[in-house]
C-alpha cells in the first residue's frame, strides 16, 4: 500500500519558536494532502487541506498565519508551526490522499515547553 | 455542519467476547466511509465502504454500511487482548474529499 512519512516523529521546543514538520507520500505522488490535530482522548480535527502548488484552506478557527502550510511538490507537504506555545502540544497527523482513499502518516509528537 | 458520532465511547470486554461498534453522521456530498484502528501513533486503515449493504470482511473483523440509516457497524468476533484500541469512523465527503472523524470507541480486551 501507500506510505507516508513524517518527520521529525518527536518534537520538544521552547514557547516563541517555530517548529517545521514534514510530510512525504513515498510512493506515490499526492496533489492533496491533509493536516490533522488530535488532543489526547480525542479524534482527529481536520487542520488544513494542502493542494500542491495553491494556498491551502484552512478548517474554521484554525490560524492560518500561525500554521503556515506549504505544498511544494507532489509529494511533500510542510507544516510550520509559528511561535509554538503550550497550548499547541499536540499530535499532529498528516495524510496523503491516493484515488479515494487517504493514507496516514505516523505522526509527530510535539511539545512546548 | 458535517458530523460523525460514535457509540460506545468506551468498552471492556473478555478475549473471545464478540463487538458490536457504531458509527452514525450525517455529512454532505457523501462519498465513502472508513473505520480505523488506532494504537500508539497514527490511524491503520480497516475498511473503506461506499456501497449499502454489502459486508467488507477482513479475518474476525467485518462492517456493512447502511446508507438508508445513515450508519455503519463495525464487528469484531472471537476478540484477542491485540484487538485494544481506538477505533474510529470516518466519513468522507465534499467537494475536497475531507474526511471528518468520529470520536472513536476506545476498546479494551481483557485476558
Known amino acids: 500500500g501507500a506510505v507516508v512519512s513524517q518527520h521529525p516523529s518527536r518534537v520538544i521546543c521552547k514557547s516563541g519558536t517555530s517548529v517545521k514538520i514534514e510530510c512525504r507520500s513515498l510512493d506515490f505522488q499526492a496533489t492533496t494532502m491533509f493536516w490533522y490535530r488530535q488532543f489526547p482522548k480525542q479524534s482527529l480535527m481536520l487542520m488544513a487541506t494542502s493542494n500542491e502548488g495553491s494556498k491551502a484552506t484552512y478548517e474554521q478557527g484554525v490560524e492560518k498565519d500561525k500554521f503556515l502550510i506549504n505544498h511544494a511538490s507532489l509529494t511533500l507537504s510542510t507544516l510550520t508551526v509559528t511561535s509554538a506555545h503550550p497550548e499547541d502540544s499536540s499530535f499532529y497527523i498528516c495524510?496523503?490522499?491516493?484515488?479515494?482513499?487517504?493514507?496516514f502518516g505516523p505522526g509527530t509528537r510535539l511539545t512546548v515547553t | 455542519e458535517d458530523k460523525v458520532v460514535q457509540s460506545p465511547l468506551s468498552l471492556v470486554v473478555h478475549e473471545g467476547d464478540t463487538v458490536t461498534l457504531n458509527c452514525s453522521y450525517e455529512?454532505?456530498?457523501?462519498?465513502?466511509l472508513l473505520w480505523y484502528k488506532q494504537e500508539k501513533k497514527a490511524p491503520t486503515f480497516l475498511f473503506m465502504l461506499?456501497?449499502?449493504?454489502i459486508e467488507k470482511k477482513s479475518g474476525r473483523l467485518s462492517s456493512i454500511l447502511d446508507k438508508k440509516e445513515l450508519s455503519s457497524i463495525l464487528n469484531i468476533t472471537a476478540t484477542q487482548t491485540g484487538d485494544s484500541a481506538i477505533y474510529l469512523c470516518?466519513?468522507?465527503?465534499?467537494?475536497?474529499?475531507?474526511?471528518?472523524f468520529g470520536k472513536g470507541t476506545l476498546l479494551t480486551v481483557n485476558p
Open positions: 455529512v454532505t456530498n457523501f462519498r465513502s
Open positions: 461506499t456501497s449499502s449493504g
Open positions: 495524510s496523503a490522499r491516493a484515488d479515494s482513499e487517504q493514507y
Open positions: 470516518a466519513v468522507l465527503g465534499g467537494s475536497n474529499y475531507k474526511l471528518t
